[in-house]
């Protein structure tokens, strides 16, 4: 009965453009000039439903401490990354998922707090939700803070219907600080949450620059679903995820100081 229902699960569409870009470190108006160049042939009538770009998408990520990055901060709903999200996600009533650095002050006393966070904007150009990097990794922890927890929204389609979202960025699809690779933090919450969807926003490092081609981006494809392994359906295993999903993962390209990025941005359909 229950592979009877999981097979009956109606099939939701959504159409998602991935923009994998090479960012010029610090340059942010002219990463974004040349976002707003590549993505000037798109219109309405594509029907875009989400455009993901990747982690700290026209910064840079790799950052020395809070001084370094801190001209390149913006509050949540605020700025140059935001203005032109904003703007994107108007003229093409499509939601904006993306990654930059945010400041934000509290209230009684001004202290500054610093995360890694994606912007989710919606179809009229608001902002809809913040999501703060849960899980740091080792070039996080020079500026940011960890934030709260996992995240899922809710999303409408162009059809208008509704479908469960996840969203992640880089690290969190890791164990916490990597001390226990028997752990699936980020696939648990996914399946807790029984998700249509998760939008993976990466500046993922290549650790074997000199390998190239299908064999790289498969080894990176590869692994990203590996550790979303609570999330493959398995009919010998009953605790294991029967609901059809997709990734999402747009990843940056291009060299930053001495550390190489290594793309492979992609979607998978997963069950079947």
Known sequence: EEQKKTEETPTIH??????????????????????????????????????????????????????????????????????????????????????????????????????????????????????????????????????????????????GVKFKAALAICMDINPYEFKDSSKFELAEFCKKENIDALFFSCAWIDDEPEVQGKEAVGKHIRYWLYRLYPLMADEKDSTRYKKKWVLFCTNRVGKEKNTTFCGSSCCVRVNP
């Open 14 to 159: 959504f159409k998602t453009l991935l923009c994998q870009l090479n960012p010029k470190y610090k340059e942010v108006e002219y990463n974004l000039k040349r976002a707003e160049v590549s993505l000037s042939k798109y219109s309405k009538d594509d029907q875009l439903d989400v455009i993901l770009f990747a982690e700290m998408a026209f910064t840079g990520y790799i950052f020395e401490n809070r001084d370094d990055i801190r001209p390149l901060c913006e509050e949540a709903g605020k700025g140059k990354i935001f203005a032109f999200c904003s703007n994107l996600a108007q003229r093409l009533s499509c939601y904006v998922m993306c990654g930059y650095p945010e400041i934000y002050f509290e209230k009684e006393n001004k202290k500054e707090h610093f995360y890694n966070s994606l912007y989710v904007i919606d179809r009229e150009g608001k902002l809809y939700h913040n999501y703060r990097k849960h899980f740091l990794y080792e070039n996080d922890h020079a500026w940011a803070e960890e934030g709260p927890s996992f995240q899922a929204i809710e999303l409408t389609n162009s059809e």
